[in-house]
């Protein structure tokens, strides 16, 4: 059993609306957004001056025009999720981290977040691109032993839009920067209780979304579009039958990819409009770290006896998925 004692987020403050897209002249404008993806903002840690002059075209330059590391970004986040846990710091025996774009190979990007945090644990990353949170929260969920800290922090820094082409107006649209954290426990009860968890792939379409080591990010969108709405519609619907009937009250957070994707797996699995939670349309597609900001912005809104599916799709191709109970 896994518990979930608090969450946290974090989004840079520039922002690129759908005005700015606009000015950039690749093509696009707000009605083709809107029809498309229903996203209106975004966020980017990097300098927009920058995207104006540059649109991103080497992705070498992107770091130097970032005003966040993911370290600090990862650091904001996982102060809100300690907070919200009641706990402090020098509690936290272990540090994961893991996402799409992380900024350094080497060591793992756990390590240089801990050390933002000023924790000393050991630090580990599992990557899992955007499924990178149902991964993590998957494998912790299975450990069971003495050696397993009491207090652990999991941190998705998801600061994507420095992989951007800002000339393709396909990705362009997509992308925002967030960072997601959670502070868990296999011993100690919390808040959220992780009941049930999945974790699928299917390798034959690893080649569907690629982000190169220092190129830009691209993918088959309407073949991943279909696999996403697919894979997350038949995991909400089998953790809905796994409550046996009890769970058409059942809250849903899907993937953060755009916010059409979320509405057609909303009307394929009958899910009310109050009972979807969602970002995207403000804060863009934030990879890993989207289903868990947006359960971070509700943190304090979940009631006992609420029942939540959270599901999550990312390249590999592989999905995941959990059923949340609130106490």
């Known amino acids: 059993m896994l518990y979930i004692h608090g969450m946290g987020h974090f989004h840079p403050e520039n922002q690129i609306c759908n005005k700015f897209l606009e000015d950039l002249d690749i093509g696009t404008n707000h009605e083709w957004i809107m029809d498309r993806v229903g996203i209106e903002n975004r966020r980017t840690v990097m ?5 104006r002059e540059t649109k991103n075209k080497d992705t070498r330059g992107a770091a130097e025009a970032s005003i966040y590391s993911n370290a600090q970004t ?24 893991g996402g799409c774009t992380p900024e350094i190979s080497t060591p ?42 009491e207090f652990i922090l999991i941190v998705s820094p998801e600061n994507t839009t420095r992989v951007v ?21 296999t011993k100690v009860r919390g808040k959220a209780i992780v009941k049930s968890t999945s974790l ?11 982000v190169p080591r220092t190129g830009h990010f691209d993918q ?27 769970g058409e009250q059942m809250l849903f957070i899907g993937h953060q990819a755009n916010l ?6 909303c009307r394929r699995c009958e899910i009310a409009p109050g ?21 971070s912005q509700n943190w304090d809104s979940f009631r006992k006896g609420d029942v939540l599916a959270m599901v999550m799709v990312g390249a590999g191709l592989t999905w995941a998925g959990m059923a949340i109970e609130f106490n």
């Open 165 to 185: 082409d800002y000339a393709d107006r396909r990705a362009a649209v997509l992308w925002g920067d967030g960072t997601s954290a959670a502070v868990v426990s």
């Open 275 to 295: 009972q979807h939670f969602f970002n995207v349309n403000a804060f863009g597609n934030t990879a890993a770290a989207g289903a868990p900001t947006v359960m």
């Open 260 to 265: 059409r994707m979320l509405e057609t797996v």
């Open 47 to 51: 300098s927009l001056d920058y995207i």
């Open 200 to 210: 699928i792939s299917d390798p034959s379409g690893w080649d569907k979304v690629v």
């Open 74 to 97: 990862g650091k904001y986040a996982a102060e809100i999720a300690i907070k919200r846990a009641g706990i402090e710091k020098d509690q936290i025996g272990m540090v994961v981290a």
């Open 108 to 149: 793992a990007e756990a390590c240089a977040i801990a050390s933002a945090l000023e924790i000393t644990a050991p630090c580990i990353d599992i990557n899992s691109a955007c499924s990178s949170f149902g991964a993590q929260i998957h494998f912790l969920s299975m450990l069971n032993d003495e050696k397993v800290p």
């Open 220 to 246: 088959d969108g309407p073949a991943v579009q279909s696999f996403a709405v697919k894979k997350t519609s038949t995991t909400v619907k089998n953790i809905r039958e796994s409550y046996n009937g009890q």
